[in-house]
């Protein structure tokens, strides 16, 4: 004992081991085999059943899809190259009706001369949420960016949009990333303005209708300001005078602005929207609208006046409740039971208020979770330093609730993006069903069933794919700088 | 000290309604209050003045009426003779059968997969992967109408799996011969009775006698099985021995089981094929076996995620901790992982069961009858009764969402950590 | 306990008490359901002052401070701040709060703005200034706790003691008449206690009417004319920091002092 301890206390080491080789049998992809597929008897049994699963997915799906034919005008002609090429009773898809009708899937009954304006709309969509979602990192940012200008462009061309617009979009997309990149705030401001443009862009017509929408919000903000040591009733005003413009003024100043300057684009009916134009359009509008409404009935929520709460739960709870079809109904069968006698407003408006209001409470939700992750002294603070309830959310509150909620914000996107494949249950032309049945139900196209469920699943699969892998990458983002 | 000038409560002033913090929100809900009425009291006006036009009542009495439409699948006695009241019920029925059905074959293969993709077997977990991604990020719709297809123009037609003359037949039953799938219905194996001793009465609904004696018996052992836990613990606390009372648990529930089994002659018998159609098993509507593997797979897929982050959320140090102190695998999932990975895995697996129940009612892609099928589909467009049939409709919804909304509420307030 | 302020050399010149009153706190209780947090305190605190409260934690001490400011709301007895009785009137809740200047335990920056930003906010917002104003005083009070050079970085971006000397210049861009401070050093590490302390000091040099919940006993020697001890909701003892360190009277106070200057 005496001479160990002597001994450990003695010691020192005069020359450093070399590394070691592992023995020879654990190392390399023999140990990763073992260590990963066959560690017990258990593990080898579930790799056993995983190859079998690998195979028979395989065994199944590889024919057909090595057989597929990608030229053809119709299903009998698909069968018969199929027949002629890999003999009687081989199967094989026929991706032709891609190729022939990719255009349906994609816009569903656009006049084709126009389908420039919803890419472009899409592809301005990127430039617009730059400023909030890509905030981050410059590099991403400016990728976003260039992918989605370049894209655009070049989208945009190919589908023949006319030479003027070619060239406003190439001044608009250039200005945007500069506008991002030194003039953050500018940057917010084309996103405010963003969904005018939209409009403008998708149902086309006279750009004066929308800009004196706009107008309505600039004369109801410019109220506010002026006002706003009213506090409460400077809202009021402000909401007034922006009603008072929307009722009376907007419609004539629109036609009058027409006939002084004549700016337009091509009028599409709501009813030429179809597959995934439809869809983006109803699912991005619906998540927009919702903002507002989200933040106000979260804030109800958590407000301590009891009547007030009370509305915002029973609403929230109300719409959480029901399924979104049973609402979409309530869109084609009762909203017009709701209106005064003589509205009438076409299906997909009616549907996109209902998806407002169904979004509004799971953004209502989600937002409600950020406020509650602030810690409390960002109020304290905010109080001891004067500010109102309103200033205090404005400035200090909803900035950073918002930026926290966000991945849930894009979750809940995603959501209702797959959602609104359910409006085909109000006649509505999404691209999953009606249009494909609407394909299907054509004489040459007669029982094409699995090749538009891969197309649209597979554009399905990668936009909600990457935005909730994003929402994840942004979510670890958020949990590392609040360590 | 000098006294303070002025008086603490200053008289009643106009202009403290809007100053004055306890006033103040009175005034701000009483103006919420009135602008929700009007708002409110404007739609119902509307209502009123939309339906006086189309001359048309607000009346829930079409309920009573002959229904005069057939339902292909009840759970209760019905017929075109009953009144639409009982068609809603039937509806609601079918709408509880295939939530229940599918929060259950969820849970199972979300659970699975979600052990399955932390195992290490590289292999199995990307394979999970792959299936919860590709679930989730597709619409239910597709899957849905991907599984219809499937049965409609894939599966085989009965006569199918008739043998030709030379004794081999085109399609064969899977599941050790137990199962006939087929492009107009899914055959399965039906339970029977032999000695069914008839219905019991109970007030006004009758309850199957066999169904009765099980769920009593199970009731039975599981109140059995609680005292033996409980003298088991209290011998525990004693002595500090804990017996071994696994071997009485399970005879427990197993053999009043067997015994009922035999008393009542329970048998499955397997589907055969009689002419052209198969007999003698259950022959499941292909829409409720689509949408209920539908909606199976795709909330699977979120409750496999689920799981996954329940069981990550509980840090290695916890198990670790366990371990450090002495206790074995067993005792340390039971006791220190478990417990706290439940408390992260159930409230959002509650809510994804409020989802599947909302979801089902996509049962419309499938012709299933369900409660929107029957009272917010066959009902509402005979009796024209749009407005009756769809606020029912909802207000059935809601209870359903708030019951379940409910028990998640009252688990949630059971396991909230003690915390300060 | 470390006496790092024996040796500093304290102008007192500008540290004279006036005759005017600053705050006066009559009778106020104070219950937190049923537990009444704050008995029957009187407190009369004269423009040019410098207290000290101290006391063991859960006595009420943060309380009483946030009801100075209204954070928190006193449930009887009267707060009367600068002639301003604090009352349900939300007008007198705000000119008593854009009189009084706070620091937090834990800073309460807004991590989504920046140090300039910070302190800009609520001279533009609730007094209205115009910005150009707003920005040179900010400038100039970041200047006198010694950080100009961070005026553009991100709260994150600050050491802990940095983010309270900020906290504190945010404060004084309000130009308050009063300032409370509730334990501005305990949330650090003890390397930066010191900076703090300093700048505090600085403050009460200029002659600011100050209230400091703290338990740096050796900054309360140095700088309080008045220190005040805290127990169970109730003012046991005030005295001078000379007479309260050297001659306690009460039982609870000589036991609180062994506790907190006995190892």
């Not at chain 2, 589907?271 to 022959?283: C, D, I, K, V």
């Amino acid at each position: 004992m005496s001479e160990l301890h002597a001994e450990t206390v003695a010691y020192v080491r005069d020359s450093m081991l070399p590394q070691g080789a592992p023995p020879s049998r654990q190392s390399g992809s023999v140990l990763w085999l073992r260590q990963n597929l066959f560690s017990g008897p258990l593990n080898t049994i579930l790799t056993l059943l995983g190859l079998a699963v690998v195979w028979f997915l395989v065994s199944h799906f590889w024919p057909w899809f090595s057989h597929s034919v990608w030229n053809a005008s119709s299903m009998a002609e698909c069968r018969q190259i199929i027949a002629e090429r890999w003999g009687q009773g081989a199967t094989g898809g026929c991706f032709a009706v891609i190729r022939e009708r990719w255009n349906q899937f994609l816009f569903g009954f656009f006049p084709p001369s126009e389908y420039w304006r919803p890419t472009a709309a899409f592809g301005l969509m990127f430039f617009a949420i730059a400023p909030v979602l890509f905030t981050e990192s410059r590099a991403l940012r400016w990728t976003v960016m260039a992918v989605a200008a370049v894209l655009t462009f070049a989208l945009c061309m190919l589908l023949g949009a006319p030479p003027r617009a070619l060239l406003v979009l190439a001044v608009v997309v250039v200005g945007l990333t500069a506008l991002n990149e030194y003039a953050h705030r500018a940057a917010l401001v084309f996103s405010l303005l963003f969904p005018f443009v939209a409009v403008w862009l998708l149902w086309g017509g006279s750009i004066w209708g929308p800009l004196c929408v706009l107008a309505g919000f600039v004369l109801g903000f410019a109220v506010w300001r002026a006002l706003s040591r009213l506090g409460l009733f400077a809202v009021a005003a402000g909401v007034a005078a922006a009603a008072a413009w929307w009722m009376f003024m907007s419609d004539r100043a629109a036609s009058d602005l027409q006939s002084l300057l004549p700016v337009a684009l091509p009028y599409v009916e709501s009813r030429a929207f179809g597959g995934f134009v439809l869809a983006i359009t109803i699912g991005v509008s619906g998540i927009v609208m919702s903002l507002p409404l989200g933040i106000i009935l979260a804030l109800a929520r958590r407000s301590d006046m009891p009547v007030v709460k009370a509305f915002a739960v029973m609403f929230i709870e109300f719409i959480r409740g029901v399924p979104l079809i049973t609402l979409l109904f309530v869109a084609s069968l009762l909203l017009n039971y709701f209106l005064p006698p003589g509205t009438n407003f076409d299906i997909i408006l009616r549907v996109i208020i209902m998806v407002t209001l169904f979004a509004s409470a799971y953004m209502a939700e989600v937002i409600r979770g950020g406020l509650a992750a602030l810690p409390k002294g960002q109020y304290e603070a905010a109080d001891s330093l004067g500010l109102d309830y309103w200033k205090a959310q404005r400035l200090i509150v909803l900035p950073q609730a918002l930026k926290i909620s966000i991945p849930g914000i894009v979750g809940t996107f995603i959501g209702l993006f797959k959602d609104t494949t359910l409006v085909t249950f109000v006649g509505l032309f999404d691209p999953l069903k009606q249009m494909a049945d609407t394909i299907r139900a054509t004489f040459a196209w007669k029982g094409a069933y699995w090749e538009p469920y891969i197309f649209t699943g597979a554009i399905f699969f990668i936009l909600c794919f990457s935005m909730s892998r994003y929402s994840m990458y942004l979510e670890q983002r958020l949990k590392r700088e609040h360590r | 000290m000098t006294d303070l000038p002025g008086g603490q409560d200053p008289p009643f002033r106009l202009s403290m309604l809007i100053r004055d913090r306890r006033y103040r929100s009175l005034t701000i809900q009483a103006v919420v209050f009135i602008l929700v009425m009007l708002v409110a009291a404007w739609l119902v006006n509307n209502t009123v003045e939309n339906l006086a036009r189309m001359g048309k009542t607000f009346d829930f009495g079409f309920l009573d009426n002959r229904s005069g439409y057939d339902i292909p699948f009840s759970l209760i006695p019905y017929n075109s003779d009953s009144t639409h009241l009982r068609a809603a019920g039937v509806g609601l029925l079918n709408t509880l059968l295939v939530s229940a059905l599918g929060c259950l074959l969820a849970t199972v293969l979300g659970v699975l997969v979600g052990v399955l993709r932390l195992s290490n077997n590289w292999l199995v977990s990307r394979l999970m992967t792959v299936y919860v991604e590709v679930f989730r990020n597709v619409p239910l719709l597709l899957w849905i109408l991907v599984i219809m297809a499937v049965f409609t123009e894939v599966m085989p037609s009965p006569r199918d799996y008739r043998p030709a003359a030379d004794g081999s037949a085109s399609a064969q039953m899977i599941l050790f011969d137990s199962v006939a799938p087929t492009n107009r219905y899914t055959s399965v194996p039906a339970l029977r009775v032999e000695h069914d001793p008839g219905a019991v009465a109970l007030g006004p609904v009758s309850v199957s006698a066999p169904l009765l004696a099980f769920v009593l018996a199970f009731a039975a052992a599981w109140l059995i099985n609680r005292w033996v836990r409980a003298r088991a613990q209290a011998r525990q606390d004693a002595t500090g021995i804990r017996p071994a009372t696994w071997w009485v648990t399970l005879a427990l529930f197993l053999v009043p089981l067997v015994a009922l089994w035999r008393l009542f002659g329970l048998h499955l018998v397997t589907p055969e094929l009689r002419g052209f159609n198969f007999a003698g098993g259950m022959n499941l509507d292909n829409g409720f076996v689509v949408l209920l593997l539908a909606l199976s797979l795709y909330t699977g897929a979120f409750i496999a995620e689920i799981v996954r982050a329940g069981i990550m959320a509980v840090s290695r140090g916890q198990s670790e901790a366990a371990a450090a102190l002495g206790l074995r695998a067993r005792p340390i999932m039971a006791l220190v992982v478990l417990p706290q990975a439940l408390r992260v895995i159930i409230p959002p697996l509650i809510s994804q069961f409020l989802n599947l129940t909302k979801n089902s009612s996509l049962a419309i892609a499938v012709g299933y009858p369900d409660l929107r099928a029957t009272l917010g589909g066959t009902t509402l467009n005979q009796t024209g009764r749009e407005m009756e049939s769809m606020l029912l409709m909802m207000g059935v919804y809601l209870a359903l969402s708030l019951v379940i909304s409910g028990v998640m509420n009252v688990y949630n307030a059971s396991v909230r950590l003690k915390e300060r | 306990m470390t006496d790092v302020y024996a040796d500093r050399a304290i102008d007192r010149s500008h540290m004279t008490v006036s005759d005017q009153v600053a705050i006066q706190i009559q009778g106020m209780n104070k219950w937190y359901g049923s537990f009444h947090v704050l008995r029957d305190i009187d407190l009369t605190v004269r423009r040019g002052e410098r207290i000290v409260i101290a006391g063991p934690s859960g006595s009420g001490k943060s309380t009483l401070i946030r009801c100075i400011n209204r954070l928190e709301e006193h449930q009887s007895g009267r707060i009367v701040v600068d002639g301003v009785e604090l009352t349900n009137d939300l007008k007198n809740i705000d000119k008593v709060r854009s009189e009084v200047g706070m620091v937090f335990q834990h800073f309460n920056l807004f991590p989504h703005l920046t140090v300039l930003e910070n302190c800009t906010l609520a001279p533009i917002w609730v007094r209205r200034v115009p910005r150009r104003e707003a920005l040179a005083t900010a400038m100039r009070y970041l200047e006198k706790v010694r950080i100009p050079e961070q005026a553009h970085k991100y709260p994150g971006q600050l050491s802990g003691g940095q983010q309270q000397r900020v906290a504190i210049a945010r404060s004084l861009c309000m130009e308050p008449k009063i300032m409370l401070f509730d334990e501005p050093t305990s949330a650090l590490d003890p390397e930066m206690i010191k900076e703090v302390l300093d700048t505090m000091i600085e403050l009460a040099q200029d002659g600011m009417t100050m209230i400091c919940v703290t338990h740096e006993m050796g900054f309360a020697q140095a700088v309080a004319n008045r220190v005040i001890f805290m127990d169970q909701g109730q003012i046991v003892e005030q005295n001078t920091p000379h007479e309260f360190f050297n001659n306690p009277q009460s039982e609870r106070t000589k036991l609180f002092l062994s506790q907190i200057l006995g190892h």
